[in-house]
């Protein structure tokens, strides 16, 4: 197992770890002696956890790490941290916390990804998925939202990081459907 892949393994271990003290202070908040710690804790962890997603690519690429099960966990990774941290953080009791229309947004569009692919694979044959900026520009104001609500910022409202950070989730959303859709369409399925 190369160091790439077991970094990637590490973010996934680390994600119930983050999901704990989420929760544990929470926990601590709604009953009236927010533990700080907790929070400092959880915003390392998820710190920790983004900043490995660049470092076990970085590595991959760069020491010819990549493999079979590095290219199915990495994303897979990424997507259980953004949507834990998305998740947990909605329906805790944070100081501060998601509105509810930002899980469903992201849930339905990382949901209706994984269908498409399997509908565009059985139709065409396979799925060539290509990244577009605007799923990276989505994934950085995922994790710049993530992190406003972690480090409880309030110079300016939660909202609008979360805001920007669902505009690009829908755009990259409809972006990926209209490729998968033309994927179907070359393979000869009108």
């Known amino acids: 197992m190369n160091l790439a892949l077991q970094i990637t393994i590490l973010r996934i271990l680390l994600i119930p770890v983050f999901i704990g ?19 400092h804790w959880a915003a390392a962890v998820f710190g920790i956890a983004s900043v490995s997603d660049a470092l076990d690519g970085w590595i991959a690429r760069r020491f010819n790490q990549i493999t079979r099960l590095g290219t199915l966990l990495d994303p897979l990774a990424d ?61 950085f104001f995922q994790i710049t939202a993530i992190s406003w609500v972690l480090l409880d910022l309030r110079f300016v409202d939660r909202v609008w990081p979360t805001a920007l950070a669902t505009l690009f989730t829908v755009i990259s959303g409809f972006i990926y459907l209209s490729d998968g859709v033309r994927q179907i369409k070359a393979a000869g399925h009108d």
């Open 21 to 39: 003290l989420v929760i544990y202070y929470g926990e601590s908040v709604r009953e009236g002696a927010a533990n700080e710690s907790l929070r």
């Open 79 to 139: 997507k259980l941290l953004m949507l834990a941290a998305i998740v947990t953080l909605s329906f805790t009791s944070w100081p501060q916390h998601f509105p509810l229309w930002f899980p469903v947004i992201v849930i339905f569009r990382d949901m209706a990804s994984i269908g498409g692919a399997f509908l565009v694979d059985h139709f065409a044959g396979k799925c060539v998925v290509k990244p577009h900026w605007t799923g990276k520009v989505a994934t």
